[in-house]
């Protein structure tokens, strides 16, 4: 079975508001459960729908998962928000959609975080350190704001030039080389 596609920066897909999801349909769990194979096979630990072209309030985490082996507990988060934040807390962050960097975000240290879960029940998640990091990083994905969107400008200005000069090449390069 193909996986989908993950949007790379500098796609303007991965810039658009997603739209809350008001019915819980088969198409939204069949997203959800696409987004999951395409998490756990990159491997990543959380992936937003905006990132599979998507635009809907859709997120999956899975901030335990670290071996192919190892237990899997995803998180299906439907219209997930924050709704309590405090503390701060560096982390070094990457995303699928970013291709090849890694930088320094200061977000929340702890949050707490609302969703629906794909049965339609309420959820309310307290969270610290790496998985309130996640929940933060992929719920500006639906919002359009990608990690990149909060570091500085200077190196975000050097990732965008590095990356067209990488897009460039690939085009210039025939695939597979
Ligand atoms: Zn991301």
Redo the contacts with the bound molecule.
């Keep these: 079975m193909a996986l989908r596609d993950v949007l790379k920066f500098p796609d303007k897909r991965l810039q658009e508001v997603s739209t809350p999801i008001e019915k819980i349909t088969d198409e939204i769990r069949e997203l959800a459960s696409d987004m999951l194979d395409v998490m756990y096979d990159e491997p990543g630990i959380?992936l937003?729908a905006p990132?599979v072209g998507e635009a809907v309030r859709l997120i999956v985490v899975d901030t335990e998962w670290v071996e192919e082996d190892a237990e899997r507990h995803p998180l299906v988060l439907v219209n997930p928000e924050i709704v309590e934040s405090s503390g701060r807390i560096v982390w070094t962050e990457g995303?699928?959609?970013?291709p090849d960097f890694e930088a320094d975000v200061e977000r929340a240290s702890n949050v707490v975080l609302r969703a629906s879960s794909l049965e339609g029940e309420g959820l309310e998640i307290a969270a610290s350190e790496l998985q309130a990091v996640c929940f933060q990083?992929?719920i500006d994905?639906l919002d359009g704001i990608?990690?990149i969107d909060r570091i500085s400008r200077l190196k975000r200005n050097l990732y965008t030039q590095r990356r067209k000069k990488q897009l460039r090449r690939e085009l210039e390069e025939p695939s597979g080389s």
């Design positions: 959380g937003a990132q995303c699928l959609s970013v990083h992929e994905h990608l990690f």
